[in-house]
């Protein structure tokens, strides 16, 4: 158990965490930091976290120190981060890239004392309002570079994930950056894309409200997912992203082309092996 | 209520309704009909239907015909009953598209006793198994033509709609295509198109089931849908849904422009474009 763990970012994933470390008594002390002061008001009042302070001030109470905010402040303010901590305080993130962040700290005196996860989960709401307690049960979490961990670090770290029912996963950052764009981020473009597609085609909006019923709803999802939190995600990850992202424009253009030249065995073939993705997600 | 309903197609759709009607005791006896006798026996043995019989033996005792078959299919076959029923019999489909459909039998000399509806509900999965008894309830059914209805056949048909709770919506057939395709099909197409992108590109199955929870479940979710059901919905729909599919493609270029010029000012308002859709879908 920690005395003192110090979130940085008090929206869905820090909220979340902070929430679940008080209630499992996991944490005696939560500080919570956030650039918003309506966002440390809403943790505050929604019990995600006990109180706040200056990040070096947090920082030198804290044991553990929990990064959750986008992946392009994350690399500056882990390195910030590191700067400020001893030999017996952890830092982890929780960032949906990893290549980035673990290529800036590599060779950093501290290294040893970083720990870089990506819990598999998240909803399109974002803010500690979106915070829940039962959050990261059942989903994975990807932990990079754990050689590069101090034994005692690593270990606290897939102690809280496991606690926390999540199933772990290791990866070299690069690896990670490309699966991820392969299932996770491709996903979030083309539910965007979507949501771009039927405001521009369809202006009733009635229609999409009372047709969505009709398998919109759970494809456009998504897009309700915050720019702040996902830009930066794709513009880290670009290469990647754009690779998956040729590749699915390329798949759409074959639907096309059935269409046009009225191919229907293609057309067939096509959802045939669409369907093969029952085999993996039930 | 009805003495007697045949339902031909036992599937999603189709068992569903049986069930409902049996179970809500809208109908003393549901006949099922269906080319596959594994599907008959499925839907027996779950209670969806009380018998099988040839369709012209089913149509001579039937109060209502209720068609919920692939929508090629549900042009020859509602044209076969249409030639069968008499002047206090009414027929009802329930298929995705209604143009082709509603054209096909204008001029029918019973065309006043059929009324064409979509009831907008559906999953991925399909057969009997597949049927539930809470399926209609709180979405919403579009009845198109209604124009050109009895009287007595369309109030009898929105009332049992109405008594499965749903929320009737009037339309033209071709507007009806129109936004089924910006709203419901091209969500298909985009989820089948995202399964093989990422069955492509993504070779370790592992990492697809392992990172699944980064949001690619629900934006996949439809992949599954059943090609018999699917692709004549596409080909009936082509010009829609070509139309639609073409906004898509050239979308989804505007966010690879972005990520390849590392235009982050563009990348964020076409995110915050698509945030937009939640004033409609909640």
């Not at 763990?5 to 929430?19: A, D, K, Q």
């Not at 990670?176 to 996903?187: E, F, K, N, P, T």
Request: proline fraction near 2%.
């Amino acid at each position: 158990m920690f005395d003192t763990v110090t979130v940085v970012g008090v929206g869905l994933i820090g909220g979340s965490f902070g929430l679940v470390l008080k209630e499992r008594k996991l944490a005696k002390k939560v500080i919570g930091i956030s650039r918003s002061k309506e966002s440390i008001e809403a943790a505050l009042r929604l019990g995600l976290i006990d109180e706040t302070l200056e990040l070096s001030q947090a920082v030198a109470k804290s044991d553990l120190i929990y990064v959750a905010i986008p992946v392009d402040a994350t690399v500056t303010v882990v390195g910030e981060i590191m700067d400020m901590i001893s030999g017996n305080q952890i830092v982890a993130d929780a960032g949906s890239t990893k290549y980035a962040l673990c290529n800036s700290i590599n060779g950093h005196p501290m290294r040893r004392r970083f720990v870089a996860t990506h819990p598999m989960w998240g909803t399109e709401f974002s803010g500690p309002e979106a915070a829940t307690r039962d959050s990261f049960a059942g989903r994975s979490c990807v932990i990079c570079e754990r050689e590069q961990c101090e034994e005692d670090a690593l270990l606290t770290i897939e102690e809280i994930y496991k606690t926390l029912g999540m199933h772990l996963v290791y990866m070299d950052a690069a690896s990670h950056d490309m699966h991820a764009a392969y299932v996770s981020h491709i996903a979030h473009i083309t539910s965007f894309a979507l949501a771009n597609t039927v405001l521009e085609k369809e202006k009733e909006e009635d229609a999409i409200f009372e047709l969505a019923g009709g398998g919109f709803e759970s494809t456009v999802r998504l897009a309700k997912s915050s720019p702040a939190m996902w830009a930066p995600v794709f513009m880290q990850n670009r290469e990647n992203v754009l690779d998956v992202l040729n590749e699915h424009i390329s798949q759409l253009k074959k639907f096309k082309s059935c269409l046009e030249k009225e191919n229907n065995d293609y057309l067939w073939e096509l959802m045939v092996n669409a369907n093969k993705i029952k085999r993996i997600i039930k």
